[in-house]
């Protein structure tokens, strides 16, 4: 029962990987080509905004993360957070130089080429590029210019920064849930960090007490009221236009983002497992290759798109609305070759590359500092 529960979970967790990078290419594609046509503008004062908000999409990645990475450390002793550390910063940055400097070549390869439809004076602006590939590559320095080639690499930057210190956030979680939180609402309050931070912390706290959470949400009922709110906070960005009169600040709407994201895992995993879930569906297959789709879907919307709406354009298709809906379909087939492409080529080449650096790190440590290394909890 155990074995089966645990694979519910992480079909779940990969389907809501899924959603979440598929909001941030929508969210995209809809800035670059505009909303979708014959779709009414108030269709998106409501929770199907959620289905292009990036950054709530982004706030979704957070709480996952924070829940899958504290579930694999569980069992964590000092001496593992070198090892973590190392196999984290090669999982992310490995895969980001790919796509980085693969775009920086077709940056300079291709010109910029109007079609019909035109993309919008924000996709534009990438075209324009001042902020050096170099200084993008590192991705642990916040940069401010708005001119990159991978306009997502702020949520890597946040990431990196906030999960190299999970084992730590993990410890506090297990003294003390409460030292945790005013810990978290203190670091954001006072010390300016990034919002992210509290979704990053509820996905450790779901690891912490999943099963009582599982207790308490025991009926359908319960797990769809908690949803329902999740989603209404999630969404809370289109849901609000519908009140213009009520002024939100940015810091207000990660707040909301961040609580919406968290009650909408804690549904998912209060929810018992069914007989007829699969773990090869292609939301799950979608999700587990989330990071490449996350990395390589803007690429191919600045570089790709454009030559297929050039194609069409020149066969005679100029029909907008059509082209935009058969230029969604392309994007998103694309998307999803490149990224298997590079999950098989790029993530897991990478997550190997971890494991031998964080190993190759044990025994470096086991041999320079021995009664060290046994007393914070290594095995040698």
Known sequence: MHELMARHRWTFVDRLRAGAAI????????????????VPQGAWSSPFWALQDGFAAVALFFVVSGFVLSLHLEQFTAAGFLRFALKR?????????????????????????????AVSDWMLEFWKTSTSVLMQSLLYAQIGSPRRLLPQDWSLTVELNLSIWTPWLVAVARRSAWLLIFGVVGAIAVAGVHALLLAFMSGILLARYRGRAQMILSTRQSIAAIAVCGLLLYSAEGTLRLFPAVAVGDKALWLFRDTGAFLIVLAVIARKP????????WLTTVGRRSFSVFLWHFPVLMYV?????????????RNEAALWYAGLLAFLMVTFAVADLSYRLTERPSIALGHRIAAMSDRSWAHRFPMAFERFGGTR
């Open 274 to 281: 069914s007989p007829v879930d699969s773990d090869n569906d």
């Open 89 to 117: 910063v090669v999982r992310i940055t490995v895969p980001f130089l790919v796509v980085l400097w693969c775009t920086a070549g077709l940056h300079a390869t291709f010109p910029r080429i109007d079609t019909i439809p």
């Open 23 to 38: 909001a941030v290419a929508l969210g995209h594609y809809f800035r670059a080509y505009g909303f979708p046509p014959f």
């Open 305 to 317: 798109m454009p030559l297929f709406f050039y194609s069409t354009n020149a066969a005679g298709i």
